[in-house]
């Protein structure tokens, strides 16, 4: 009896190490991702924030530039924003009106991808679902 409770004792620290949250580095992203930013104006700024579901977050200040790591935001919010684009079948929305200054939200799943790209001044390419989706993405990372 003895022998069976210390077999479990010492067992523990393995089962709780290998339910630990795998995390990623910018070289090592999984296909499973949500991208979101802005770009354009008169110097072409470009700003690209990278969500997984696991909560981190990586930044680029320039379309060929390299990834920063943010701080992680709750793996609960990543997964609710992911399941919000399911919500608002983010997967099937077609857009492609950039504009001087545009927005974008692209989604990869395991099995599908979307991009969609519009801008900011252009009443006739705004989709007030995807403003609050756009809003929703920039308020994680800003709420950190």
Request: aromatic residues 10%.
């Amino acid at each position: 009896m003895k022998k069976r409770y210390l077999l479990l004792i010492a067992l523990l620290p393995f089962s709780i190490f290998s339910c630990k949250t795998e995390t990623y580095t910018a070289t090592t992203l999984p296909e499973v991702q949500l991208r979101f930013g802005n770009g354009g104006g008169f110097v072409g700024a470009f700003n690209e924030y990278i969500l997984l579901e696991n909560g981190q977050v990586f930044k680029r200040n320039q379309l060929d530039g390299p990834l920063e790591e943010l701080p992680k935001i709750k793996k609960g919010k990543a997964k609710k924003m992911f399941k919000q684009l399911e919500e608002e079948n983010f997967l099937s929305m077609e857009r492609n009106a950039p504009g001087n200054i545009y927005r974008f939200l692209n989604c990869q799943t395991k099995t599908d991808s979307n991009n969609v790209v519009w801008g900011s001044s252009d009443k006739k390419a705004m989709d007030s679902r995807l403003d609050s989706l756009y809003k929703a993405c920039m308020e994680l990372i800003e709420l950190k």
